[in-house]
């Protein structure tokens, strides 16, 4: 890394209450949305065009199936999966999963629909669950030589018949890996949150209970990982709560309730006023909670049903958005305490055109956010809030689940269909290119180096400049 790109890392780690650890992830992509946890990378320089002849490094078939993004760290990259065993199970989460506590759902109530087997979720225009499987699943632990995309290790976390099933566009291996270069750790859910070291050796195991999702659509949030701290998210239709683990030994550190229905979001974790916080998108609230202790620090109301997306952090602020049955974008000051709800502590806010499950993207000055799961994307000032592209529906992009990523001064939106669209960063959206590539993508993209891994359906593509 040359000094330049030292200092502009710095700066932004600065701008953007990030964690100093984001300084030694630099190069790397440790976790889903990147070494600044926003979708950006200030050290990447990826390609602008490719196609299944031209730029493709290597692209290699992953058995089973799963949604979660592939990670990089140094020469590893890391990638989730959960494949047929073939032999039926004698009850669900039964098995070598042999570890899993039995927990149940709770009675229906305000803010907690119970889920109903074999329909749609109303509104949802086209949702639906599948039943459980009727074979035992392996979920998997894959890791692949950066520079060939061969299968140096491989481990099989735990072999169980989920106890229910998915959203028709999920599967049971959305959650993404994480790692800091010392410790992997891998969550499955209901299957259990699993320490690796580099090599691949199972370092420790913990089972949280049994989740039961809204409607049976899933498990999905990603732990994060800061310093020795992994912090991991448990919201479903049964008792709620946010947990740390020592990323050592697996040992719980603290544990803090919470009061939602089923949540996708992964924690996302800040450095503001020298202390670092976990900041956690909600359906009632948005909270963040002290990452020593687990005190709930702040909360707001304000996001619509299912707030999927995570937050980012910037300018001194948290933004969070959701956009299931409305519509909500909220830009939140750190620093304050108590509930902000209706305070000017909401630096500013916005009503339309927010995302149902991408994440946002801020890349320096810019949030990047598309509408519901479409390619209609809006860009604004993240300072002062003020639209600089609003609801643009951008050409060749069609229905979306990834998460927008950026580097180099792009922006880099993918489809499900296999098209992703580059454009400039910035207030306008400058379409540079349109690649389009055999696989559909749900998974969001990794950019490290050189490079983009794209997590097809079928595939793992590394995508480079030869």
Request: proline share 6%; glycine share 16%.
């Amino acid at each position: 890394m040359n000094a330049f790109s030292i200092a502009l890392l710095f700066a932004g780690a600065a701008r953007c209450a990030l964690s100093a650890e984001t300084l030694l992830h630099a190069d790397q992509w440790p976790s889903w949305r990147g070494p600044m946890a926003n979708g950006t990378s200030a050290t990447a320089r990826p390609p602008v065009e490719w196609a299944e002849d031209r730029n493709v490094r290597w692209k290699v078939a992953l058995p089973g199936k799963g949604s979660s993004t592939p990670i990089v760290w140094g020469q590893q990259v890391f990638i989730l999966t959960a494949v047929p065993d073939g032999s039926a199970a004698p009850q669900a989460d039964a098995g070598k999963d042999e570890g899993a506590a039995q927990g149940g759902g709770q009675p229906e109530g305000p803010g907690r629909p119970r889920g109903r087997r074999g329909g749609r979720d109303p509104g949802r225009g086209g949702g639906g669950m599948t039943e459980s499987p009727g074979v035992a699943q392996r979920f998997v632990v894959r890791c692949l030589d950066r520079a060939t995309g061969k299968t140096t290790w491989e481990h099989t976390a735990a072999t169980a018949l989920p106890h229910e099933g998915h959203h028709k566009d999920h599967g049971y291996a959305s959650a993404s890996p994480v790692t800091d270069g010392e410790v992997l750790v891998a969550s499955f859910g209901s299957r259990g949150i699993h320490g690796y070291d580099m090599k691949g050796r199972p370092l420790w195991r913990r089972d949280l209970g049994r989740m039961q999702t809204r409607n049976g659509f899933g498990e999905g949030s990603s732990p994060a990982l800061t310093g020795n701290t992994v912090i991991v998210l448990w919201d479903h239709e049964g008792e709620d709560f946010i947990v740390a683990l020592d990323k050592r030994d697996g040992r719980e550190l603290w544990r803090q309730k919470r009061d939602e229905p089923t949540g996708w979001c992964t924690p996302m974790v800040v450095e503001h006023g020298g202390r670092r916080q976990v900041v956690v998108n909600g359906t009632n609230k948005a909270r963040g909670y002290d990452v020593e202790t687990g005190n709930l620090l702040w909360e707001a109301g304000g996001q619509t049903v299912n707030a999927i997306p995570s937050a980012v952090a910037g300018h001194g602020r948290v933004y969070v958005t959701s956009g299931y049955r409305g519509a909500a974008l909220q830009a939140i000051q750190l620093g304050r305490k108590g509930d902000l709800t209706g305070t000017d502590a909401i630096a500013w806010s916005h009503g339309k055109g927010t995302p149902y499950v991408p994440s946002p993207l801020l890349a320096g000055d810019w949030l990047y956010l598309y509408s519901g799961n479409s390619g209609i994307v809006s860009v604004f000032d993240a300072r002062d809030g003020k639209v600089s592209v609003d609801m643009m529906r951008v050409e060749g992009l069609g229905g979306v689940y990834a998460s927008p990523v950026a580097a180099d001064g792009r922006v880099y939106l993918v489809g499900r269909d296999g098209t992703t669209v580059v454009a400039k960063t910035g207030p306008t959206l400058d379409v540079l290119a349109r690649n389009r590539l055999d696989d559909g993508f749900d998974a969001s993209p990794a950019l490290v180096g050189t490079e983009v891994f794209l997590r097809g359906r079928t595939s793992l593509y590394c995508i480079g400049t030869r």
